[in-house]
T-cell receptor
Framework: SAVISQKPSRDICQRGTSLTIQCQVD?????MFWYRQQPGQSLTLIAT?????????ESGFVIDKFPISRPNLTFSTLTVSNMSPEDSSIYLC?????????????FGEGSRLTVL | AQTVTQSQPEMSVQEAETVTLSCTYD???????LFWYKQPPSRQMILVIR??????QNATENRFSVNFQKAAKSFSLKISDSQLGDAAMYFC????????????FGQGTRLTINP
């Protein structure tokens, strides 16, 4: 398994500002995934981040709104830019398992953002 | 594109009883994984059980078991001897054995345990 730490755990933000969420993994992983969970909804993939290359964004998500960095194999950041109340969500970082390909993804505890 | 459907937004069960959560999925792939994740109010996503598509035997993990019907593309979760700590949102998820290997989630089922 992988231990994933996300910061901040929660934050209250003002409309029009930007916030960067950090994801730290306790071991090296190839792919990291960023998900969004809007209130009462399921998880939707924002983008997949590989070290040393541009993140791959899902339909409906763009780099200008959700820039992602992946400077090394244990760390990634997701920025939510020019926030509006519609961006109020839980943002979750996830990674693959390490001991062989068991298929599942492991998740951080999520970052709950509230935009006023 | 793969889709996952959970048709039960909410379910409730008496403590110590058995409950089954439904999940169907759509894919043209032959190599994939299926999962049930649990999300309690703490919002941490916790893996409950996994199933590899190539395995005919249904996966079991203690009180949790699945009924995997590959031809019908059905993947239900059975929770036996329900406990208060089982109360959570349950998400069914699909992961391709190829490519970017993202998880595709169903809409979720909120499970309530009545004491």
């Amino acid at each position: 398994s992988a231990v994933i730490s996300q910061k901040p755990s929660r934050d209250i933000c003002q409309r029009g500002t930007s916030l960067t969420i950090q994801c730290q993994v306790d071991s090296q992983v190839t792919m990291m995934f960023w998900y969004r969970q809007q209130p009462g909804q399921s998880l939707t993939l924002i983008a997949t981040a590989n070290q040393g290359s541009e993140a791959t964004y899902e339909s409906g998500f763009v780099i200008d709104k959700f820039p992602i960095s992946r400077p090394n194999l244990t760390f990634s950041t997701l920025t939510v830019s020019n926030m509006s109340p519609e961006d109020s969500s839980i943002y979750l970082c996830s990674v693959e398992g390490l001991a062989g390909d068991t298929g599942e993804l492991f998740f951080g505890e999520g970052s709950r953002l509230t935009v006023l | 594109a793969q889709t996952v459907t959970q048709s039960q937004p909410e379910m409730s069960v008496q403590e110590a009883e058995t409950v089954t959560l439904s999940c169907t999925y759509d894919t043209s792939e032959s190599d994939y994984y299926l999962f049930w994740y649990k999300q309690p109010p703490s919002r941490q996503m916790i893996l409950v059980i996994r199933q590899e598509a190539y395995k005919q035997q249904n996966a079991t993990e203690n009180r949790f078991s699945v009924n995997f019907q590959k031809a019908a593309k059905s993947f239900s979760l059975k929770i036996s001897d329900s406990q208060l700590g089982d109360a959570a949102m349950y998400f069914c998820a699909y992961r391709s054995g190829w490519g970017a290997q993202k998880l595709v989630f169903g809409q979720g089922t909120r499970l309530t345990i009545n004491p």
